[in-house]
């Protein structure tokens, strides 16, 4: 049978108290408090060999962790920010699953999502709300900051009217790209056997009129409006209109050709 002893000094020699029970300790109680009366070090420790269960279950309460103006963590002993976690996070469940950051400040205040890796010193944040770097504080940025040098600004920029801007924090148009001090590239690149394609039009017609890359024939196709290329260029810079092979640098296929003065 269980039982349950109440010593003191008596069978332990590490505690001035000691409940001891061979399987379990119930205490019924309409609140029950654990606390310490040192205001020097006031410290109090729950260890247990198995796991440690905080269950509010039955009355779908809450359960709070009040540290005052200290830390919370977890799988460290000196944690450095309000919630310090040394190890991975999960969340997950059958419906939305979030991850909140949110500042109650004004403009200028951060709400960000840091990911840091390696030893270089350097770090990327995601967030809102950071005027310093952002033209309005309704952005969401990409940021890259260095440690110990102080920021190299935001890398990209989404805007409230949907407006993605990389290497500008103020773009004027869907996709803006600007590289201050050096050429602005743009780069599409399809697998090792399959083509590269810019289409332009309405969402009813955008495959009609397209920049085909193809790559079995290193050929550079313009269709508007049709099955076949209306313009093509192939690899030695010879252009083709009416035509998908064409025999000089320009050549014309079809009836009604004319060139005119």
């Not at 019924?28 to 040192?38: H, I, K, P, V, Y």
């Not at 920049?211 to 049709?226: E, G, R």
Request: glycine share 14%.
């Amino acid at each position: 049978a269980s039982s349950l002893q109440l010593s003191s000094g008596a069978t332990s020699t590490t505690a001035d108290i000691q409940l001891a029970a061979a399987d379990r300790v119930d205490i019924f109680a309409g609140s029950f408090s654990l606390s310490t009366s040192n205001t020097a070090d006031g410290s109090l420790k729950l260890s247990a060999k198995g796991n440690l269960t905080l269950d509010t279950s039955q009355n779908n309460a809450n359960i709070l962790l009040l540290p005052g103006t200290g830390n919370v963590g977890i799988g460290t002993t000196s944690p450095g920010t309000k919630l310090d976690v040394n190890g991975t996070i999960r969340s997950y469940t059958s419906v939305d699953a979030y991850v909140t950051a949110r500042t109650t400040g004004v403009d200028g205040n951060n709400a960000l999502l840091e990911v840091f890796g390696g030893t270089t010193g350097s770090d990327w944040l995601i967030g809102t709300n950071r005027s310093a770097i952002s033209a309005s504080a309704e952005d969401l940025f990409i940021y890259k900051n260095v440690a110990g040098t102080g920021s190299v600004g935001a890398k990209i920029v989404i805007n409230a009217a949907g407006n993605v801007g990389i290497g500008t924090t103020s773009p004027g148009a869907n996709l803006d790209i600007y590289k201050s001090g050096g050429e602005a590239s743009l780069s599409i690149a399809g697998g090792t056997s399959n083509n590269s394609i810019i289409q332009l039009g309405s969402t009813a017609d955008y495959n009609l009129r397209r920049i085909v890359s193809d790559h079995t024939n290193s050929k550079l196709y313009f269709y508007n409006n049709n099955a076949s290329p209306r313009v093509t260029i192939d690899n030695a810079g010879n252009v083709g209109i009416g035509t998908t092979g064409p025999g000089a640098l320009l050549h014309l296929k079809g009836q009604n050709v004319a060139a005119r003065g």
